[in-house]
């Protein structure tokens, strides 16, 4: 069955602009999450989706970024007036339900802010 | 505060042997899973082995093992007869169940098999 998928695979954007990036998770999970991973760092949480609750959006770094998720499926993470310091990929997971389940990862969008 | 320790930014392990590769986690939830991921330079996240707070034993899939010491709250991760192909960064990662939403994962260890 297909994967969780994201577009695009790159972006380079110039800094101030607003960039959107897209995420299909798998169908059937109800749990997705946005994460951004630095060159050769960790994974830093960013936002959380679980069904109808209301997001956990306490990872989102300032008020530049926000995130949607349309109808309990795609989600769209949106970055505003974009900053070098944006530059990072952007994961994308889904999970069956919730934390206690594994997540599956899409490839990422790799965002390059000039 | 650190909720997912990994102590060893990088390892090496010769072909064919086995390695740990070191979790150490913090919550006070009860009830809470623990995962390993592999990340190979290609950039995906592939999901190893999960580990129950309340399993009995420990999780094992094919070549890779977790030393789950709850007392300690430890999830070792090892690998059997590495192999070169398993060069690549492991992320330790937890879910809590009752007080946490999110997942945290772990600075994670680069891991690299010498032939």
Known sequence: GA???????????????????????????????WYRQSLGQGLEFLIYFQGNSAPDKSGLPSDRFSAERTGGSVSTLTIQRTQQEDSA????????????????FGPGTRLTVT | AQKITQTQPGMFVQEKE?????????????????FW???????????????GSYDQQNATEGRYSLNFQKARKSAN?????SQLG?????FCAMGEHNYGQNFVFGPGTRLSVLP
Do not use: W
């Open chain 1, 3 to 33: 994967g969780v998928s994201q577009s695009p695979s790159n972006k380079v954007t110039e800094k101030g602009k607003d960039v959107e990036l897209r995420c299909d998770p798998i169908s059937g999970h109800t749990a997705l999450y």
């Open chain 1, 89 to 104: 990929v952007y994961l994308c997971a889904s999970s069956f339900r919730d934390s206690s389940y594994e997540q599956y």
């Open chain 2, 18 to 34: 086995a390695v740990t590769l070191d979790c150490t986690y913090d919550t006070s939830d009860p009830s809470y899973g623990l």
């Open chain 2, 37 to 51: 991921y592999k990340q190979p330079s290609s950039g995906e996240m592939i999901f190893l082995i999960y580990q």
């Open chain 2, 77 to 81: 991760l090892v690998i059997s007869a």
């Open chain 2, 86 to 90: 398993d060069s690549a960064m492991y």
